[in-house]
């Protein structure tokens, strides 16, 4: 997803932010807001209104452009709310790195994942096509040339290289690739949401 604000618009947005936090806090508790206040308040939300309205044009073109150019699509079956679960943990045990994960969760659920497979449903539906979600677990340590799960396979961030067949590959498009297997075998009646290549999975939008 490309930005969804202008340099000009993000930098405007957290000077707007930084005003806000300053009156909020200096604002005694039970006084109402003032009018600079609310209205700083106001040209937040008209920035923020913005970036929904981007956000959404660009999951509605590129799921309609998926669904018309593709068949079969398959997405994985993500436990978003687990995802963006607080690291910040209770007063006795306290979480760690908690500001890094909070700038993960706001990455994660800017994307709007949940939405485009929304989208990916019902927009699959009209063109007779399908969409098959399938699940997650260990694709990104298995090898999508032997199907060897090895977590040696990971030593790198952004690289796969498998321990037995030496297979190498960008780490997200190796995970892709054993997604897709998965959903061909599931689609295929081969293994039809159960076993190692279709684990979990499951049709969504079938016409």
């Known amino acids: 997803m490309p930005p969804l604000l202008r340099p000009g618009e993000r930098r405007r947005l957290h000077k707007l932010e930084?005003?806000?936090?300053?009156?909020?806090?200096?604002?005694?508790?039970?006084?109402?807001?003032?009018?600079?206040?609310?209205?700083?308040?106001?040209?937040?939300?008209?920035?923020?209104?913005?970036?929904?309205?981007?956000?959404?044009?660009?999951?509605?073109?590129?799921?309609?452009?998926?669904?018309?150019?593709?068949?079969?699509?398959v997405v994985e079956n993500l436990q978003i709310k687990n995802m963006t679960r607080s690291a910040r943990g209770t007063v006795k045990k306290p979480g760690i790195n908690v500001r890094a994960k909070s700038g993960l969760n706001r990455s994660i659920l800017g994307?709007?994942?949940?939405?485009?497979?929304?989208?990916?449903?019902?927009?699959?539906?009209w063109q007779s096509g399908v969409l098959i979600r399938v699940?997650?677990?260990?694709?990104?340590?298995?090898?999508?040339k032997c199907g060897e799960?090895?977590?040696?396979?990971?030593?790198?961030?952004?690289?796969?290289?498998?321990?037995?067949?030496?297979?190498?590959?960008?780490?997200?498009?190796?995970?892709?690739?054993?997604?897709?297997?998965?959903?061909?075998?599931?689609h295929s009646g081969i293994a039809p949401g159960y076993g190692v290549a279709g684990r979990g999975a499951s049709p969504v939008g079938r016409p």
């Open 111 to 125: 994307m709007a994942w949940s939405k485009a497979e929304r989208m990916l449903a019902y927009k699959c539906h």
């Open 149 to 186: 799960v090895a977590n040696e396979s990971r030593r790198s961030r952004d690289w796969f290289c498998c321990v037995v067949c030496n297979h190498r590959a960008p780490a997200d498009t190796n995970a892709a690739q054993v997604l897709l297997a998965r959903g061909l075998a599931a």
């Open 18 to 73: 930084l005003q806000a936090a300053r009156r909020r806090a200096v604002r005694r508790p039970g006084v109402p807001a003032s009018n600079r206040e609310r209205r700083t308040y106001n040209q937040i939300a008209a920035l923020r209104n913005r970036q929904v309205r981007r956000r959404n044009d660009w999951l509605h073109k590129q799921t309609t452009d998926l669904a018309r150019q593709h068949g079969l699509i």
């Open 135 to 144: 699940g997650a677990e260990y694709s990104s340590k298995t090898c999508a």
